[in-house]
DNA sequence: ATGTCACATGTTATGTGA
């Protein structure tokens, strides 16, 4: 079993990229972050006709969160973490054969420090919150998304043009960190210890052509689906692609 | 400070967010 994640920056701006990766790398279950759609605009014919079925949280313009399933529909289980309402669609979870997958999109937190910050660091407070109660039913579950995290050095090309950036501040780190130590296995880097496996690269500055990315989109396994863990990889080329989004689709395959 | 992309508002650009 195949499950990617993949921050698709606007979902009817990418289609054709989404429908060809997906006819290619057949995906059997995806998590969509960024869709930049309202819940009516999500191309659901589309993605149906490709093979798939799909539950959606979107939103005009910004967020926006989906997850796919091959030949099978998503059982929809929650939108939203819980706790006071959010206005923003980041969280979308859902089963698919006896698996629970989310799909996160964390907020960026750009700039910091400030309101965004703070922002995303109390959403990662109420994600940990919401994780800790899935561990506890033991059930299987893969926490995929867009962390809007690069956990450490390693996960980043050697710079200083990020070092004010939300993105690798100690604070987010910290609080991946500390989500993680709930006992979720970290699936890509587990795999690949030793390459540094970037799935995002910003498109000014050249960055992809120099190969100056960072990883920020994880796949986190529940201690019951942990030793299913059977392959890993991030589909790079896609990010080479006309038209294509900043991030590459990151996946897992479980035995 | 800049670079790139895309969208919304509503203009022959500018602000916003990433």
């Known amino acids: 079993m195949k499950i990617a994640t993949f921050n698709i920056n606007n979902v009817n701006r990418r289609l ?52 796919l399933a091959r030949n099978a529909e998503p059982v929809l289980t929650r939108t939203g973490l819980p706790g006071e309402g959010d206005v923003e669609a980041r969280y979308i979870e859902a089963a698919i054969n006896g698996i629970l997958v989310t799909s996160i999109y964390l907020p960026n937190g750009n700039p910091q420090p400030g309101p965004k910050f703070d922002y995303k660091l109390d959403w990662f407070k109420r994600l940990r919150s919401h994780a800790g109660k899935l561990l506890k039913q033991d059930i299987p579950v893969v926490l995929a998304g867009d962390y809007n995290v690069a956990p450490t050095e390693f996960d980043i090309y050697p710079t200083k043009s990020w070092d004010k950036d939300a993105l690798i501040q100690p604070k987010s780190r910290a609080a991946f960190k500390a989500l993680v130590d709930q006992g979720w296995t970290d699936a890509i880097r587990t795999i690949h210890p030793s390459k540094p496996m970037f799935t995002f690269w910003d498109y000014k500055r050249n960055r992809w052509p120099r190969d100056a990315g960072l990883r920020l989109d994880h796949l986190l396994l529940s201690p019951s689906i942990a030793p299913r863990l059977l392959k890993a990889g991030v589909d790079r080329k896609i990010r080479g692609e006309e038209g294509a989004s900043d991030h590459a689709p990151a996946w897992i395959v479980l035995r």
Do not use: C, M
Not at 26 to 31: E, L, N, S
Not at 35 to 62: C, M, N, R
């Open 16 to 67: 054709p990229n989404l429908l060809r990766w997906l006819r290619a790398a057949k995906p059997d279950v995806v998590a969509l972050q960024e869709l930049k759609s309202t819940d009516a605009e999500f191309p659901i014919l589309a993605i149906e006709k490709a093979g798939y079925g799909a539950v959606w949280h979107g939103q005009k313009t910004w967020n926006g969160v989906a997850i």
